[in-house]
Nanobody, 124 residues
Framework: VQLQASGGGLVQAGGSLRLSCSASGRTSSTNVIGWFRQAPGMEREFVAAMAWSYNYRSYADSVKGRFSISRDSVKKEMYLQMNSLKPGDTAVYYC??????????????????WGQGTQVTVSS
């Protein structure tokens, strides 16, 4: 499974960005796509996750009400709409895919495939 994240950039505080994650290869082996982020000197942290084909969606408390995850299951694309961005949202954002092995979907260990990351910078 290959994942390609895109859509990052530089935005002022209060602005919006939409990230995209395009999945290819044996995507049928995966059931959930997650978004994580990693700021300089920090550990990679969970942001949001959504299932390809059933009703599962989850957000980190820090982004609830500001970020929204959505999908196009036919195109095998997942999106992260980020509104009301804050300087604290500055990080490299990664998308990841999980297989149905029962891993923790809020932890990096729960995911099997990772994209290359896209930089999001929010200026004050």
């Amino acid at each position: 499974v290959q994942l390609q994240a895109s859509g990052g950039g530089l935005v002022q505080a209060g602005g919006s960005l939409r990230l995209s994650c395009s999945a290819s290869g044996r995507t049928s082996s995966t059931n959930v796509i997650g978004w994580f982020r990693q700021a300089p000197g920090m550990e990679r942290e969970f942001v949001a996750a959504m299932a390809w084909s059933y009703n599962y969606r989850s957000y980190a408390d820090s982004v609830k009400g500001r970020f929204s995850i959505s999908r196009d299951s036919v195109k095998k694309e997942m999106y992260l709409q980020m509104n009301s961005l804050k300087p604290g949202d500055t990080a490299v954002y990664y998308c990841a895919a999980a297989t149905p092995r029962g891993g923790d979907l809020h932890a990096t260990s729960g995911y099997d495939y990772w994209g290359q990351g896209t930089q999001v910078t929010v200026s004050s």
